[in-house]
């Protein structure tokens, strides 16, 4: 039996499938020669989207009200396998959704999970999927040794996304099963956060800061930079847990995976769990007072200097500019 | 209230992390200490419960050896007791294995609330606590940044992409936390020298009803085929900032195209 089947269960954010979900589609077609998606809320919305890139159907929860994606998701998959429809792989996008779903299927389904995969293929009869560990410089093959379905967690911006020019997906509506008690996490309400300018994951030029700025007030430099050049602002977890930024600004391991063109980090040490979330920039800008600095080990132009004096010349310099 | 803490003892991540040669697995020998994320979770517990005027919160720790030493420090925090499951049949465990030993022990506690962390420091599946939650048929909510009792319910606010969600749950439910959610205090010396006398209880897999075939490598449903160096990124020009430095990033950019 070799991988034919695959499930990728795609997000959907104000209407239209996330890249991430798109990148698993692409990854899901070099991989097994049947996509299928699974959807929580409306398939049909986004059938033609799904399918343009690849998925011949998609099973569509509806409407879940305000619950969290984990327990109804993994248990409409669970019904569906248990019925004898199922996949020899199921992808899933590492997000906040996508781990809680991959968690509750391991254990409906009995199944282990690889996370944080970079990348898959198939292997005869078993999936292998590729881990970056120790910042990024060792890549560990890891496989399933069991049975499938092979439920593989896949890290954003691992793939990128292609087209297929495929027809719409078919709909299928699938069932809910209720959960009871486990299934009763729900969102009373939701909070946005203010943000200008292109996303963090998409922006062409990220300029992150970290714990160098010395104080939050000094990440206004950050933005400043960002702004001038048309890119996003981000930021190393220090100052994320210190409270002077949003958590969705973090770049790395736990948060958000960049590949800019070009990516400037402004007093960030580089840390193997922040590298691993910007190592593929194309082009890489540190700047750091101290000179063994590990950032420096992988950026194209490395400045040794204290960024409150870089900084504020390099805004100067910009103005008017880009 | 009573609160179970899901923590993990790691090697200390300050050392550089090796890889055994030949199951290719994280080693893990010699001292493990408490993995900072779990501190976290240790110290969002004892402020619930506090907070609920009265309850205990237990700590549960899973680890092939028997190493005690991360358990003392939420000891000597002010956690009220601890369970330690080690076994050698644990080694190799992956996270379904690890869920269904930690769920186990949990039960034992008989929780209201059980806390973990997002992810751990050494392993960072993310995946185990949503595991143990439902193996124990409790709800869960991931990526908690303010955890409240109301009642019955578990109110959380939970970070997300753009902001974050206030989300409820029933009780007993399991909520995950992240790092920075709380201030974490420092054990004061009297924590340290109360912890020396309080209970920590030690199981082996066959004290909790579970199977030496569904854990540990027996049990594993992975394996490590290959370790691989990755392409490696070229380090390109450093130079001292002479107070003109700045200059360099104009034309690096210039160069690029971006401005
Ligand atoms: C499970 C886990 C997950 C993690 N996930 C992430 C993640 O997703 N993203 C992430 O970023 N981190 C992550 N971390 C944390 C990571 O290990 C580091 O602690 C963090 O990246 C350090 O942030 P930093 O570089 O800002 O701070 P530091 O390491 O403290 O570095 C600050 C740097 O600023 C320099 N500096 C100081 N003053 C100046 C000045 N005036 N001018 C110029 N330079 C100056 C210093 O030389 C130093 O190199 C994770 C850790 C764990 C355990
Ligand atoms: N062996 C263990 N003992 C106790 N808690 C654990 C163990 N493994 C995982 N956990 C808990 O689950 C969280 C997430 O772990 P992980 O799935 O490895 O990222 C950890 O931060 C702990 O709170």
Redesign the interface.
């Given at each position: 039996m070799a991988i034919s089947k695959i499930w990728v269960v795609a997000e959907i954010?104000d209407g239209n499938v996330t890249t991430s979900s798109l990148e698993l589609l692409t990854a899901a077609r070099e991989t097994g020669a049947t996509v299928e998606a699974v959807v929580a809320g409306d398939g049909a919305a986004v059938a033609a989207q799904l399918g343009s890139y690849g998925a011949s159907k998609v099973y569509s929860t509806g409407d879940l009200g305000g619950s969290?994606l984990?327990?109804p998701v993994?248990s409409a998959i669970a019904a569906l396998v248990g019925g004898g429809n199922t996949p020899d792989a199921i992808l899933l996008a590492?997000?906040?959704d996508g781990?809680?779903i991959?968690?509750?299927l391991?254990?409906?389904l009995?199944?282990?999970?690889?996370?944080?995969a970079v990348g898959i293929t198939v292997?005869g009869d078993t999936l292998?999927a590729d881990h970056?560990?120790?910042g990024?410089?060792?890549?560990?093959?890891?496989?399933?040794?069991?049975a499938g379905p092979f439920i593989v967690?896949v890290r954003p911006k691992s793939y990128a996304a292609e087209a297929s020019g495929g027809a719409a997906a078919a709909v299928e509506t699938i069932a809910v099963p209720d959960s009871?008690?486990?299934?009763?996490?729900?969102?009373?309400?939701?909070?946005?956060?203010e943000?200008t300018g292109p996303k963090l994951d998409e922006a062409?030029?990220v300029v992150s800061g970290g714990r160098g700025l010395g104080e939050a007030g000094k990440y206004s430099m950050v933005e400043d930079l960002a702004k001038a050049?048309h890119g996003a602002p981000g930021a190393s977890?220090a100052i994320?847990?210190?409270?002077w930024v949003?958590?969705?600004y973090q770049v790395g391991?736990?948060g958000k995976t960049v590949k800019p063109?070009?990516y400037?980090a402004a007093g960030i040490s580089g840390a193997t769990q922040h590298m691993v979330g910007m190592?593929g920039a194309k082009?890489?800008?540190a700047i750091n007072k101290d000179?063994e600095a590990p950032i420096?080990?992988?950026?194209?132009?490395?400045?040794?200097?204290?960024v409150h004096?870089?900084l504020p010349?390099?805004l100067e310099?910009?103005k008017g500019?880009? | 209230m009573n609160v179970a803490v899901c923590v993990k003892q790691i090697p200390d991540p300050a050392l550089p992390g090796s890889l055994d040669p030949s199951t290719h697995a994280l080693v893990r020998e010699g001292k493990l200490i408490l993995d900072d994320s779990d501190a976290y979770g240790v110290e969002m517990a004892l402020r619930l419960v506090e907070a609920a005027g009265g309850g205990e919160v237990t700590l549960v720790s899973m680890a092939p050896n028997s190493e005690q030493s991360g358990l003392r420090t939420g000891l000597a925090m002010g956690a009220h007791r601890a369970i330690l499951v080690s076994d050698p049949a644990l080694k190799g465990s992956d996270a379904l294995g690890t869920a269904k030993v930690l769920a186990a022990a949990i039960k034992r506690a008989n929780p209201d609330l059980v806390i973990a962390a997002t992810e751990s420091t050494d392993g960072y599946t993310g995946t185990t606590p949503v595991q143990i939650a439902e193996l124990l048929g409790f709800p869960s909510v991931t990526f908690a940044k303010k955890v409240t009792i109301s009642g019955s319910t578990v109110v959380v606010e939970r970070q997300t992409e753009s902001g974050y969600d206030d989300v409820s749950a029933s009780l007993p439910a399991m909520v995950t936390v992240t790092a920075g959610v709380v201030e974490v205090r420092y054990p004061s010396f009297k924590g340290i020298m109360a912890a020396k006398g309080k209970p920590l209880e030690e199981l082996k897999i066959a004290d909790l009803g579970i199977d030496a075939s569904s854990v540990g490598w027996a049990g594993a449903g992975q394996k490590v085929d290959a370790v691989i160096d990755a392409e490696a990124r070229q380090a390109g020009m450093v130079i001292e900032d002479d107070g003109e430095a700045y200059a360099k990033i104009v034309e690096f950019l210039e160069q690029l195209k971006v401005i």
């Open positions: 954010v969290l984990g327990v993994a590492q997000t906040y781990r809680d991959a968690g509750r391991s254990v409906k009995d199944r282990t999970v690889l996370t944080n292997s292998v970056a560990v120790f990024g410089s060792k890549i560990v093959k890891a496989s399933f040794t069991g967690l009871g008690a486990s299934g009763s996490a729900t969102v009373t309400e939701r909070h946005m956060e943000r062409a030029v050049l977890r994320v847990d210190a409270g949003p958590y969705s391991q736990t063109e070009v400037i190592k082009n890489i800008i000179k420096f080990g992988i950026a194209d132009l490395g400045i040794v200097g204290d004096k870089v010349k390099l310099a910009l500019r880009s | -």
